[in-house]
């Protein structure tokens, strides 16, 4: 009976005018820039972020999140045309659904995406209304040593568990950490890392740091491409499957979206993995594994699902915990906080019309992408015809204008040209952007716990191995750090 009046009281906040006008302007700029190939959730979610403060946050999130899971729409069209994903989570869909596109199947695969899609985030969204309330109920037992413990995991998780070299995502932790702790320190009030610049007295601009890493750094990436490649033609009629097209989605989508909800809640995991999972379980339960890579229907859907799946479930970790399943999260994260709310057990309770208003939101917002991509997949086509050095200057003046105004301040500008110019030299030399992130929003809360721990236990370090919960998660760090030794190890012997 608790749920349905829940239920009740989220979609009373969701299909408000208000709401319903966020929600479509959210899936709608997520979808252009998924179809974009090198512009991402995370340059679209960090230009809009200052264009929240003048909203109320249950709309500004609603908005914000439907970039993210509009943009995992989005991302599918270049990789099925132009073999270039959007995201690095639609990276999997080319493998099936570029040959499919040149097989005279670019149509089918388009409405293929869309439909496993929408499948994988309705499922993941049922559980996020399951199992969300029951992790912050149980996490209400919470202390700052267990927060401590999760929040380590969750860093170590990002960087260990992530495509790339498991020790080059620590030191981007690290490193993320370290500029977290930039400003002033609130117990002492003595300013920390600051060199001599007063604007950096109250920390580095989370909009800036944003920008820069996922905005800037990949117009720098693609300064020397003039034109965009050509694109065929995609029409209604040639989009729709054939029975048997018919009967071959929905197992696939089914897998699929219980592998991305259940990889998805795990924090610091996010889309990416989820999508390589449920390709290779697709490819090994399949009776024709042969045919994968040339155009084989499953491996397009199953990825589709996962990765959208894998979206939403992310939210069950960032609003029952306050620990960011992935960059985006953490961004999400860093914007309600910006609006003085700060997600963990206590955020259903205290802020009950913004949780389930934003979970009903989730369905509106899916329901609209739906609408949105399949009779509007001609016009995103025709969207990638834009050339590049047309489309990055516009997308760079947007961006200083959005670090300008977060604070009206002209050194975050700087700020974010630094942070651009290091993003493209992180790219350049494999080191990934996204555990930076992390460590940023993560590092400030996991010192305030880890101070607050040793003030109540008078330094003594044990004590984190005494409580069970907090125990469990350090054991499960521990596993996380070995695995990534045993994997360099296994590098270094596989070049000798």
């Not at 200052?50 to 270049?78: E, K, R």
């Not at 993995?273 to 397009?300: C, D, H, I, N, W």
Request: with cysteine; aromatic share 10%.
């Amino acid at each position: 009976m608790e749920m349905l009046s829940n239920f009740g009281l989220g979609l009373s906040t969701a299909i408000t005018p208000e709401a319903l006008l966020f929600c479509l302007i959210g899936v709608t700029v997520g979808t252009f820039v998924g179809v974009l190939p090198g512009v991402g959730a995370m340059a679209a979610i960090s230009l809009a972020l200052p264009m929240t403060y003048h909203l109320d946050p249950t709309y500004a999130l609603i908005m914000l999140a439907g970039i993210f899971y509009g943009s995992q729409y989005g991302g599918s069209t270049a990789a099925i045309l132009l073999n270039l994903p959007g995201s690095v989570t639609n990276a999997v869909t080319c493998l099936d659904g570029y040959p499919m596109a040149r097989n005279g199947k670019a149509g089918v695969a388009l409405f293929v995406t869309a439909i496993a899609s929408f499948i994988g985030s309705s499922f993941a969204i049922v559980i996020v209304m399951g199992f969300a309330p029951m992790i912050a109920e149980a996490a209400l037992s919470f202390s700052s040593y267990e927060y401590f413990a999760v929040m380590l995991m969750g860093l170590i998780a990002a960087s260990t568990l992530s495509s790339g070299s498991p020790a080059k995502g620590l030191a981007a932790v690290i490193l993320g950490v370290l500029i977290g702790i930039i400003g002033t320190d609130v117990t002492s009030g003595q300013y920390r890392y600051t060199f001599g610049l007063q604007g950096l007295s109250d920390g580095v601009n989370l909009i800036a740091i944003a920008m820069g890493l996922f905005g800037i750094s990949e117009i720098l990436s693609n300064i020397g491409q003039r034109a965009a490649p050509r694109v065929g033609k995609v029409t209604l009629r040639s989009m729709f499957p054939n029975r048997e097209e018919w009967r071959r989605i929905w197992a696939p989508a089914g897998r699929g979206s219980v592998v991305g909800s259940a990889i998805g809640a795990l924090p610091g995991i996010g889309p990416t993995l989820s999508a390589f999972m449920a390709y290779l379980l697709e490819k090994k339960v399949s009776r024709t594994p042969e045919r994968f890579g040339q155009g084989q229907l499953e491996g397009v859907t199953a990825p589709e699902a996962a990765n959208n799946a894998a979206v939403q479930s992310g939210f069950i970790p960032t609003l029952s915990l306050g620990i960011p399943g992935d960059a985006v999260m953490a961004l999400l994260l860093g914007a309600m906080m910006i609006h003085g709310i700060v997600p963990g057990p206590l955020f259903m309770t205290e802020y009950p019309e913004m949780f389930w208003g934003l979970i009903m939101s989730f369905w509106i917002g899916n329901i609209l992408l739906l609408v949105l991509n399949i009779p509007l997949n001609g016009l995103w086509v025709r969207i990638l015809a834009i050339p590049y050095h047309v489309l990055y200057p516009a997308i760079l003046v947007f961006i200083c204008i959005g670090v300008y105004s977060a604070r009206n301040n002209v050194f975050d500008i700087y700020v974010a040209l630094f942070f651009g110019v290091l993003g493209y030299l992180m790219n350049r030399l494999r080191y990934p952007s996204a555990p930076l992130l992390l460590g940023f929003v993560l590092g400030p809360l996991l010192e305030e716990h880890f101070r607050r721990s040793m003030l109540l236990s008078r330094g003594e370090f044990g004590v984190f191995l005494d409580r069970p919960i907090s125990a469990t998660f350090l054991a499960a760090t521990a596993l996380m750090l070995l695995y990534a030794v045993y994997l360099l190890l296994r590098q270094w012997r596989a070049r000798q």
